[in-house]
């Protein structure tokens, strides 16, 4: 079976294989690379788009054949720590043979706008929000869990897998409707949407990583980032 596909993860196995997480357009596989530390291994990189042949009946598949499949995405600094938070997630969240060609095609844009040192920003909250929502855990941006849409002046509360709701009084972790509905919009241009962005995927986010830290969020932080 050939496919497109970008390595997210990969660890040694026996003594010259590799074990890998795969992302295609038919889901995340494990494979095993042999000979990963000949030719196939040199291109077998992360972060750029790879054809790949796959074989074997088994769940864990072989790769037979890896070769490049477009331009190469050179990363470095906040690019690169920001594509190991994109790899941690999907294999944290994304569940083994569950197809996703959207969310596929969509992660081939943010490495390439990160690759091209686009805004970090709208690219890793527009990708954690495509993430939610391909995986079903998506909610409203105009309307409450009561139905009602909506007010820019009132405060509300996430509940991940609900939805917004109203609350009467500030208390930590709150939102403000017009944040909330600036971000439906995508109005990037405020530093405050940006801030309520942030905080809003963190907290989505973390009702479905189960308590574990993502290690590239520690790596990020050491190198006086934040994701």
Same mark, same amino acid.
């Given at each position: ?7 997210? *993860? ?62 190469? !995405? ?12 994109? !790899?941690?997630?999907?294999? +944290? ?14 992660? !081939? ?7 091209? @040192? ?6 890793? +909250? ?11 855990? @998506? ?7 009561? @139905? ?46 940006? *801030?309520?962005?942030? +905080? ?16 590239? +969020? ?10």
């Amino acid at each position: 079976m050939s496919s497109l596909a970008f390595i997210l *993860h990969s660890r040694p196995y026996k003594e010259t294989s590799a074990l890998m997480d795969v992302f295609t357009p038919d889901g995340r596989l494990r494979a095993i690379l042999r000979g990963a530390r000949g030719k196939l291994g040199s291109v077998a990189r992360p972060f750029s788009m790879l054809d790949i042949e796959l074989r074997g009946r088994s769940e864990l598949k072989s790769i037979s054949r890896i070769e490049p499949a477009g331009e190469f !995405n050179f990363l470095q600094g906040q690019g690169l720590f920001c594509a190991m938070y994109l !790899n941690e997630l999907l294999v +944290r969240l994304l569940p083994l043979h569950d197809p996703h060609p959207v969310l596929f095609e969509h992660y !081939n844009l943010t490495v390439q706008g990160l690759a091209h @040192g686009l805004p970090l920003e709208p690219l890793l +909250r527009t990708f954690e929000w495509r993430l939610l929502e391909q995986l079903g855990y @998506g909610f409203s941006f105009q309307v409450d869990i009561a @139905g009602q849409a909506l007010d820019a002046q009132m405060l509300y509360r996430l509940l991940p897998e609900s939805g917004f709701e109203a609350v009467m009084q500030f208390r930590p972790g709150v939102f403000l409707g017009a944040d909330i509905l600036a971000l439906s919009a995508d109005d990037w241009q405020q530093p405050s949407v940006l *801030h309520t962005a942030k +905080r809003l995927m963190r907290q989505a986010l973390a009702a479905y990583l189960g308590g574990r830290p993502l290690m590239s +969020r520690e790596l990020f932080l050491a190198q006086k980032g934040s994701l």
